[in-house]
């Protein structure tokens, strides 16, 4: 069904730290490798070898710029599924493929009944479906249901794959829907923000923004070489001698 | 947006469809025109190839074809659902119209309704494809209140155009319905000048900074995750045709428009005879082509703010 629950039971959902990623791509690998044998597998990849790469990824690391006042910095920028409250590429979806769960509010793509319309691609604001040439369905991320409720795994591995990989622990995974879990609290902390929140989207996903200058750490620019005067004596002598 | 021969025949040849239908289905209704066998059968024959080729060719973007009967479940929410379904309803009002009106040469009450239902269903149809890309939020220039009345008088456009070109032909001309086409074809002349000067004025409904959540100061992209096009830029970052735009946009106007508005008028002078029904053809022809070009732009032209992410927009 492509109308969405009225209410989900948990939005469970990812806090993204833009202070503390480092661009490492750690994530995304691990993404890859964990769901191209997962949920929406194969991930396929044409071309892998050749001049003109290209394949299905759940995750995707940009890089920007960030200048205020004359004060820049750069930014690592992680772009997923947010798992929206309101997605439009749920509600498009003319089979039934894409739904909203009830119970946890994950997003996903039935791969048995996708026809590989494209629409809901288009519906989303974010660029986080991504169309599988070879098999001709779509795919996105799954919040990894195949490892959060896997009992196979070790408790500490029930998180999603780049969340368990992120080596800066710019990752947080939890329950946004309840304004006393871990990761409400950290929103609520550090001003996390939900991304185009003017569509009306309304994602479960936050990012926390970097946190302000402190003003302590050394200028960019070292103080320019000041001209070196005459110095007499024997050391002078030698610049003289060798200045000649 | 990327534009799919696919999807621009079938917006462009479903409406010209349905616009021909809906007409056939006034004309039967009304009783303006009594029925006979060999126009009737052309007539209804033309819509129908029109429509049937179109839907089939919506298919060929398809991923998974053979499950293209699952689009007709989600008629709750989804446009393109709705779309899939009033297209199958509409086949059977005018199904039963084109047997009953032209086959059987019947008319009355019977045929009236199927006439008028089969009218009613085209209009549903074509409101629901326009509804498809309005709905769409990311894209501003489809996410616009002239999508909707775009497809409808382009379908009606097209729909009369083709009809004056089958009057000619069969040696029915009328003067009412060859000016009704030569005003169709100047109001979307029109109205396709006035979205285009709309749509330049446009920007994107989001800024760098709200899709990163980056408040404040400008937000520049350095670096993409990934060095070659990947779906989403192939996709939704389509620009050829931007590049081309002006004179992409002179082709159109002068194809859709211009031409056979010119040629209706020589028709209109000749009165009838074969010359005004060679004219006539000639007229469909071109404006079939230029609304091809038309919905090229259409799509060509709309931005997706996932370009934003990419440090285009
Ligand atoms: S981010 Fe995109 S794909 Fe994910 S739920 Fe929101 S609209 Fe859908
Ligand atoms: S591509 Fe698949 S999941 Fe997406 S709207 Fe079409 S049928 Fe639904």
């Known amino acids: 069904m492509t109308c969405l629950p009225a209410k989900t039971e948990k939005s469970l959902g990812l806090v993204i730290d833009l202070d503390t990623c480092v661009g490492c791509q750690a994530c995304v690998t691990s993404c890859k490798e964990w769901n191209t044998g997962g949920h929406m597998a194969p991930l396929t990849d044409q071309n892998p070898y050749g001049g003109t790469a290209d394949g299905v990824w759940f995750n995707r690391v940009h890089t920007y710029e960030h200048e205020v006042d004359g004060a820049s910095r750069t930014v690592h920028f992680p772009r997923s599924c947010l798992h929206c409250e309101t997605p439009a590429c749920v509600t498009v979806c003319p089979t039934g493929a894409s739904y909203k769960r009830t119970s946890d509010g994950i997003v996903l793509v039935d791969e048995d009944k996708c026809i590989g319309c494209k629409l809901c691609s288009w519906a989303c604001p974010y660029g986080a479906r991504e169309f599988d040439v070879d098999v001709g369905v779509m795919k996105k991320c799954t919040l990894c249901v195949d490892r959060i409720y896997n009992e196979n795994l070790k408790e500490e591995d029930r998180v999603p794959a780049c969340v368990a990989a992120c080596p800066s622990g710019a990752r947080h995974f939890g329950d946004l829907g309840d304004a006393t879990s871990p990761v409400s609290q950290l929103v609520a902390a550090r001003g996390g923000t939900a991304l185009m929140p003017e569509l009306g989207y309304a994602p479960t996903n936050r990012y926390l923004p970097p946190r302000a200058n402190t003003g302590r750490g050394p200028k960019v620019a070292a103080p320019a070489l000041e001209s070196v005067g005459d110095a007499g004596g024997f050391f002078g002598w030698v610049d003289r001698v060798l200045s000649r | ?313």
Request: glycine content about 10%; aromatic content about 10%; charged content about 10%.
């Open chain 2, 1 to 313: 947006m990327h534009p799919a021969y696919s999807v621009i025949v079938f917006t462009t040849a479903t409406g010209a469809g349905y616009g021909l239908l809906a007409l056939l289905g006034l004309l039967a209704a009304t009783g303006a025109t009594p029925p006979s066998l060999v126009p009737g059968l052309v007539s209804f024959g033309l819509a129908f190839a029109l429509i049937g080729g179109g839907l089939l060719s919506s298919t060929g973007h398809l991923g998974r074809p053979e499950r293209a009967w699952r689009a007709f479940s989600q008629w709750r929410s989804s446009w393109l659902s709705r779309e899939g379904v009033a297209a199958v309803v509409t086949f059977v009002p005018a199904g039963l119209l084109a047997l009953g009106w032209a086959v059987m040469g019947r008319s009355g009450a019977w045929i009236a309704i199927c006439g008028l239902l089969a009218a009613a269903c085209a209009v549903v149809t074509v409101c629901s494809t326009a509804m498809i890309y309005a709905s769409l939020k990311p894209i501003a220039q489809w996410h616009s209140r002239f999508t909707l009345p775009s497809y409808l008088l382009f379908a009606a456009t097209s729909g009369l155009v083709l009809l004056n070109a089958l009057m000619q032909v069969f040696g029915r001309p009328s003067v009412p319905w060859l000016a009704a086409a030569l005003v169709f074809t100047a109001l979307a002349w029109v109205l396709k000048v006035a979205v285009w000067r709309h749509n330049d004025a446009l920007g994107m409904p989001a800024t760098l900074n709200s899709a990163t959540g980056l408040k404040g100061g400008t937000v520049r992209s350095v670096e993409w995750p990934h060095t070659e096009d990947n779906y989403l830029l192939k996709e939704m970052g389509y620009r050829v045709a931007r590049k081309h735009a002006a004179r992409l946009r002179l082709i159109a106007v002068i194809l859709a428009f211009a031409l056979p508005g010119a040629l209706l008028v020589i028709a209109l002078l000749l009165r009838g005879g074969p010359a005004a029904a060679f004219v006539s053809v000639l007229a469909a022809a071109s404006q079939l082509a230029g609304l091809m070009v038309e919905r090229w732009l259409f799509f060509a032209e709309a931005k997706h703010t996932v370009t934003l992410y990419y440090g285009r927009d």
